[in-house]
């Protein structure tokens, strides 16, 4: 008796999982619907970010970094690319104000994987000076490529002050430009996928 119930059981627990597995890997397809695109003039080209994430106007700034926790990680950055003179924009999460993406203009530079390797050096660098060693992990470093252009990723999950964030930083560069991404994020997930989706007006 035992066994004849047994096995209807055996068969049931493994529809379950092959079905659940099924839904796990299979992917949800994208919806335009979601995202706002955003033309940026040294970028060439426009990109999408999810409709909750807000242009930061320049009024808003000294609001904005006394709102948040990361404010200060992103008024760093901002400081480091204004020494530089690089122009940027900032966008802000309206659901979570301590969510940023920052957008930036660079020098053109069409990388291999030893500049690459190069810059995965000095980005290192600056994570250790800037938060100290300890307070920082890599979880992930790439190069990827697409019929449009490709890109260098690096992602950190860091320490500050008790609070746990993540920092990726992106390098894209196509035929017509470069320009630099840093996503702050307190969730792990990151938006690399739009990054791949950039429409390049001159190719």
Sequence with gaps: MVLKLFKPVTISIALFLILNCK???KKEPFNKES?????????????????????????????????????SIVKMVMQRL?????????????DDTNDFILIHKSEFMNFSKKDGNQFLGVYENYI?????LGNYKRLQNKISQNERSKYLKIKYKINADGL?????????TSSAT???????RTEEFDLEDLIKRIRYLVN
């Design 23 to 25: 839904n796990v890997n």
């Design 35 to 71: 995202f706002t695109e955003h033309y940026v003039d040294y970028v060439k080209g426009t990109l999408l970010l999810p409709r909750h994430y807000q242009k930061v106007t320049e009024e808003r700034l000294p609001y904005l970094f006394n709102e948040n926790d990361n404010a």
């Design 82 to 94: 204004d020494a530089d003179r690089r122009d940027y924009l900032l966008f802000t999460n309206e």
């Design 128 to 132: 250790k000076n800037s938060y100290g």
């Design 164 to 172: 746990d964030f993540y920092q990726t930083q992106y390098v894209v």
């Design 178 to 184: 470069t320009f630099g991404v840093v996503e702050i």
